[in-house]
Nanobody, 125 residues
Framework: VQLVESGGGSVQPGGTLRLACTQSIRKYCTAWFRQVPGKERELVASMRTSTPITAYYADSVKGRFTISLENANAKKTVYLQMDSLRPEDTAMYYC????????????????????WGQGTQVTVS
């Protein structure tokens, strides 16, 4: 499984960024996490590609961030649309996938994900 992230950068407070994570497997649970130096990696948003698609957002990003999925040419791209960015959103953002995706519940912890991207830096200042 290969996860390729893109879309990070530097913006001013109130700005917008869209992160993308292109993935090469068909059926999965996926999420975006973020981490700042000296702190634990925290869940930002997670999604299951079930029917219906279900999603979870951390309280700190609810109403500002949106996780979404696009299928094209046998590859899936998971986006994280980030609006109304704040300085406290500054972090390294990681895409994650659980290739087994068993059960029906959303996966909310680091240990539940088996594959990780390399990370993309988001700086809001």
């Amino acid at each position: 499984v290969q996860l390729v992230e893109s879309g990070g950068g530097s913006v001013q407070p109130g700005g917008t960024l869209r992160l993308a994570c292109t993935q090469s497997i068909r059926k999965y649970c996926t999420a975006w996490f973020r981490q700042v130096p000296g702190k634990e990696r925290e869940l930002v948003a997670s999604m299951r590609t079930s029917t219906p698609i279900t999603a979870y957002y951390a309280d700190s990003v609810k109403g500002r961030f949106t996780i979404s999925l696009e299928n094209a040419n046998a590859k899936k791209t998971v986006y994280l649309q980030m609006d109304s960015l704040r300085p406290e959103d500054t972090a390294m953002y990681y895409c994650a996938v659980d290739r087994y995706c068993l059960g029906t519940s959303l996966l909310l912890t680091v240990l539940e994900y088996t594959e990780w991207g390399q990370g993309t830096q988001v700086t809001v200042s």
